[in-house]
Nanobody, 125 residues
């Protein structure tokens, strides 16, 4: 499956932004989907993940209550709604797809089989 993340940009602190991840090649309904981010000079870190049906979601503590992941399997797209953005949210955001079984460690990069190219989010103070 090919993943294309888009929707990044430059925003002020406190603003909102919605990222999208469009998939092609295969239906994303077969995959657990996740978002990761990588700030300059830092390791890629887990942000959030969503189960195949959308019934279960997981969030990093740093974004809990501010970010919301959702998916539309009919449109083969996953979304990341980001509210109350902070300068520390500045990073390249990547979407990823995993074929691993339910119960896997969704916060681990190694669980994911496919990655998009990333979209840059810059939050100014």
């Amino acid at each position: 499956v090919q993943l294309q993340a888009y929707g990044g940009g430059l925003v002020q602190a406190g603003s909102s932004l919605r990222l999208s991840c469009a998939a092609s090649g295969r239906t994303i309904s077969k995959y657990f989907m996740g978002w990761f981010r990588q700030a300059p000079g830092k390791e890629r870190e887990f942000v959030t993940a969503i189960s195949r049906s959308g019934g279960s979601t997981y969030y990093a503590d740093s974004v809990k209550g501010r970010f919301t992941i959702s998916r539309d399997n009919g449109k083969n797209t996953v979304y990341l709604q980001m509210n109350s953005l902070k300068p520390e949210d500045t990073a390249v955001y990547y979407c990823a797809a995993s074929g691993a079984p339910f119960g896997s460690t969704w916060s681990s990069k190694e669980v994911y089989d496919y990655w998009g190219q990333g979209t840059l989010v810059t939050v100014s103070s």
